[in-house]
């Protein structure tokens, strides 16, 4: 199944999906906690539905409707296998969790997840006192047993903040106090987005300037009613869209959230785009297009979004975080610099350091790599090309955002889906 965008002007309104970073969070939380809770404005893709396959594995009850799921934990069961399908989150994230029962559990995936390192999960969990055995050298599958029997540890934050997100939430369900001493985090909003959840559902969570974290044993999850916010991520390639090719109005976006990802207004700013919030509506317009310097350490995956919009800004673009990258549904840093090397962008990795030359889009054959961010990447940025950009196994979109390209025709784009390589250049 293949994509094809044509040139085309932006108009209209739209509301994005809702976060599935919050929405596995609120599953994890909601399974935790004993008796019901309702999980409103739900997000429907796979990675939310893989988070819901594990909190049935682990006992709870799960009944969707259009507009909730309810998630009741009736019985605790101790699932001798999970899959986290291509989920990231759910892996690092449940892998804790699942951790609290002593007894052997063994977790694995499919597609690209199977290529992710685990490494800093097994050096984290083993430094609490978790038995963890790793048949596959390195990657997944991996199996964990025995329960958590040290109260303090050292935990590497270089690759992200999904882990500690974990411990985080499986530490308060332990008898004992646990204190984690935290190197090198990043996406530090994501733990922000985290330790706000937790206080919905009834768990304090103390740090020191996000070095140290002080966790309280004996804490009690409580069933409560969350409500899921429209998704950042999401809204991103949509926000360039409206930057590149006209106007574009976002209904239900959190203009105080702690998604990392509400950093694209600051590039949006830089850049020179019009912004306009009435509410919780946010309207973009096409206004300057100037070269940008931002630092996307802490909100990694804005990098394909902003590549896309750079490529059209007058003059070289500079993106610092590229280190943050390699272990994502692809090595986004090589694959974002080959494809749009197609559509005729030298794009140059300095350290770093992403530098994108401004200019047109000459148009050409790309390939999304199963990536679902470089997918939307892709296309938002045909929407301006001289030419029309094609992207193979764009269907990827299912991990986050399954209507996209609906959503993106909604408004203007020029989308066109088939099943055969075209022979255009």
């Not at 903040?161 to 332990?174: D, N, V």
């Not at 984690?180 to 990043?186: D, G, I, Q, R, S």
């Amino acid at each position: 199944m293949r994509v094809r965008i044509q040139n085309s002007n932006i108009k209209g309104s739209i509301t994005p999906p809702s976060s599935k970073s919050m929405m596995q969070r609120a599953l994890a939380a909601a399974a935790l906690a004993k008796g019901e809770s309702t999980i409103l404005n739900p997000c429907r893709c796979d990675d939310a539905t893989a988070a819901t396959g594990i909190v049935q594995k682990m006992g709870a009850q799960v009944i969707q409707d259009e507009t909730a799921i309810r998630v009741c934990r009736n019985e605790e069961k101790s699932p001798e296998q999970v899959i986290v399908g291509e989920s990231g989150l759910s892996l690092r994230m449940f892998s804790p969790i699942l951790a609290l029962n002593p007894e052997p559990v063994q977790i694995n995936g499919r597609g690209s997840i199977l290529k992710r390192p685990v490494h800093n999960i097994l050096e984290g969990l083993e430094a609490l006192g978790i038995e963890c055995k790793n048949p596959g050298k390195g990657l997944l599958p991996i199996q964990l047993e025995g329960g958590y029997k040290n109260n303090t540890a050292v935990i590497n934050g270089a690759l992200g903040s999904q882990f500690l997100t974990g411990l985080l939430m499986a530490l308060p369900c332990r008898k004992e106090d646990t204190t984690l001493e935290v190197t090198n985090l990043k996406s530090i909003p994501y733990i922000n987005m985290t330790i706000d959840l937790l206080k919905d559902f009834g768990i304090e969570i103390n740090h020191d300037n996000y070095k140290t974290f002080t966790i309280k044993g004996n804490q009690q999850y409580k069933a409560t009613d969350y409500t899921v916010e429209a998704d950042w991520s999401s809204a991103a390639p949509l926000l360039v869209a409206g930057a590149l090719k006209g106007k574009v109005t976002l209904e239900h976006l959190n203009p105080y959230s702690y998604q990392a990802d509400i950093a694209i207004l600051d590039a949006l700013k830089k850049c020179g785009t019009s912004l306009h919030w009435n509410g919780n509506s946010l309207t973009v317009e096409k206004k300057g297009l100037n070269a940008f310097e931002f630092d996307a350490t802490h909100c990694p995956d804005l990098f394909p979004p902003l590549v896309a919009l750079a490529v059209h800004c007058n003059g070289d673009t500079r993106i610092k975080g590229v280190h943050r990258l390699e272990h994502k549904e692809s090595n986004r840093g090589i694959v974002l610099q080959k494809e749009f090397g197609k559509l005729a962008v030298p794009i140059r990795i300095e350290g770093d350091e992403m530098v994108i030359p401004g200019g047109r889009l000459k148009g050409g054959i790309t390939n999304s790599n199963n990536d679902h961010r470089i997918a939307m990447a892709l296309a938002v940025a045909g929407l301006n090309s001289k030419q029309a950009v094609e992207i193979g196994d764009h269907d990827c979109v299912a991990k986050s955002y399954p209507d996209f390209f609906k959503d993106l025709r909604k408004i203007g784009g020029g989308v066109a889906e088939f099943y055969f390589k075209s022979q255009f250049v």
